[in-house]
T-cell receptor, first 115, second 109 residues
Framework: EPEVTQTPSHQVTQMGQEVILRCVPI?????FYWYRQILGQKVEFLVS????????KSEIFDDQFSVERPDGSNFTLKIRSTKLEDSAMYFC?????????????FGEGSRLTVL | GQQVMQIPQYQHVQEGEDFTTYCNSS?????IQWYKQRPGGHPVFLIQ?????EVKKQKRLTFQFGEAKKNSSLHITATQTTDVGTYFC?????????FGKGTKLTVNP
């Protein structure tokens, strides 16, 4: 069964360092997302991406964050200068189309620990 | 933005007992989705409800969407230890999903 894959599964970094989290969405999906989940809390929307541009972003997604689809398969989330409060699980998700109905397919997540 | 409130935050049951989690909104929801997240896992889609008053069943799980489309519930009959995890409702009225805070279910064998 097709799945969303994410790397790395866990990254430890020093505060102020840049981090890139990578995702390979399901191949025929058109809509991509990043969500984050601080330990024990809810799943929070960060950004959605469609047709090679950001479709929507939350207030969490400030200038320190960026997303990119550098080739036909990868979808990346970059945090330019990490802060302690960026420590969380980051989930990539994809959806076949822009319909407001239909499930999101989540990857297994990348755990980011900022020291 | 759209907010969905979910209660209870935690629920501990004995195996075999029933479990219900509720999702409420102050405004009409276009659709509601339910996800399950196992401990240490990622959210996995369970069901989507779109129509007013809709009821869907998956084995021991029953999902309801209120007549006014402002609330939804997930009911598990005769819980099993495999049901442990956090159950999230998510409002999907726009291109993104907005998740509730979830109900964490623990089951005592």
């Amino acid at each position: 069964e097709p799945e969303v894959t994410q790397t790395p599964s866990h990254q430890v970094t020093q505060m102020g360092q840049e981090v890139i989290l990578r995702c390979v969405p399901i191949s025929n999906h058109l809509y991509f997302y990043w969500y984050r989940q601080i330990l024990g809390q809810k799943v929070e929307f960060l950004v959605s991406f469609y047709n090679n541009e950001i479709s929507e972003k939350s207030e969490i997604f400030d200038d320190q964050f960026s997303v990119e689809r550098p080739d036909g398969s990868n979808f990346t989330l970059k945090i330019r200068s990490t802060k302690l409060e960026d420590s969380a699980m980051y989930f990539c998700a994809s959806r076949p189309d822009r319909s407001i109905t239909g499930e999101l397919f989540f990857g297994e997540g990348s755990r980011l620990t900022v020291l | 933005g759209q907010q969905v409130m979910q209660i209870p935050q935690y629920q501990h049951v004995q195996e075999g007992e029933d479990f219900t989690t509720y999702c409420n909104s102050s405004t009409t929801l276009s659709n509601i989705q339910w996800y399950k997240q196992r401990p240490g896992g990622h959210p996995v889609f369970l069901i989507q409800l779109v129509k007013s008053g809709e009821v869907k069943k998956q084995k021991r799980l029953t999902f309801q969407f209120g007549e006014a489309k402002k609330n939804s519930s997930l009911h598990i009959t005769a819980t099993q230890t495999t049901d442990v995890g956090t159950y999230f409702c998510a409002e999907g009225g726009s291109e993104k999903l907005v998740f509730g805070k979830g109900t964490k279910l623990t089951v005592n064998p």
